[in-house]
């Protein structure tokens, strides 16, 4: 076990980042907007690990980071570990998120879990035994391509950053039902797909575009399922992230764990 841990989850649009003191549990985490410049980023990183950890050492530092950013994972990876002087734990912000919801989470006792998150954008990750699966490179279940003739993905058509750019206003200010039951409906067809590819036992769903208010049904969702997904016996369980903001940084607590060397 590995204590005094920095604690990370860096999204598009939010940071997290705590201190844990026992390698068990966090301390209250910092929550701040994502800079889109590199140099601020890494600067307002700093500043925060640095007042989290109050003086205490920093062993290792852990968590998931987006893709979705000007600046790329390697190249924050290697400049945190120049200034941390620490092994650097990193992977897809999603992943970690799953990891999280697999061991602490709605995907607690299933061998198989799929999650997935629509929020700024659609990511997700298989967990297979407690651990994120192999891949050669990232899983990215929100690039499957819905349509043919356009060419659209399942983020094109579900994801909070285009659902704005579609409605010209925040998913928050949108309350048509009928545009609430078609995001369903398509999350829906998404999900037939990761199901007959990743055979899960377990689907969480999480993000803000989940659990936020409003949101997507659920149970509106996992009713289209069924309609859609014929093929198998038994459908694999349709549950709502359980960890709310916080799934990366339980997820990178695990991460320590299983990779603490």
């Known amino acids: ?5 920095i ?7 939010k940071t997290r980042i705590a201190y844990s003191e026992n390698g068990e ?3 209250d985490p910092k929550v701040y907007e994502t800079s889109k410049d590199k140099e ?14 109050k ?7 852990a968590g998931g980071m987006t893709r979705a950013l000007d600046f790329k994972p390697e190249e924050i990876k290697e400049k945190l570990t120049e200034i941390f002087g620490v092994k650097i734990l990193m992977d897809n912000d999603s992943a970690v998120v799953g990891l999280g919801e697999a061991n602490w989470g709605a995907g607690r006792g299933f061998q198989i879990m799929a999650y997935i998150t629509v929020s700024t954008g659609v990511g997700g990750v298989r967990i297979v035994d407690g651990k994120i699966d192999e891949r050669s490179v990232n899983f990215e279940p929100g690039k499957q391509i819905m349509d043919i003739d356009s060419g659209k993905t399942l983020e094109d058509m579900i994801s909070g950053k285009n659902l704005e750019k579609r409605e010209g206003r925040s998913p928050k200010e949108i309350s048509n039902p009928e545009i609430w039951e078609d995001l369903a409906e398509k999350l829906a067809m998404g999900l037939n797909n990761i199901a007959v590819e990743w055979s899960p036992d377990c689907i969480v769903l999480g993000g803000s575009m989940i659990i936020g208010n409003p949101a997507i049904s659920i149970e509106k969702a996992e009713n289209h399922f069924k309609e859609i997904l014929k093929i198998f016996p038994k459908l694999p369980e349709i549950r709502k992230a359980e960890l709310g903001d916080f799934g990366g940084l339980y997820g990178a607590l695990v ?7």
């Open 40 to 53: 601020t980023f890494l600067d307002i990183f700093k500043k925060t690990a640095e007042e989290l950890a």
């Open 7 to 13: 604690l990370f989850d860096v999204g598009a649009t």
């Open 55 to 61: 003086n205490r050492e920093i062993k290792i530092v």
């Open 255 to 261: 991460l320590i764990k299983q990779k603490p060397n």
């Open 25 to 27: 549990f966090f301390e």
């Open 1 to 5: 076990m590995i204590f005094n841990s």
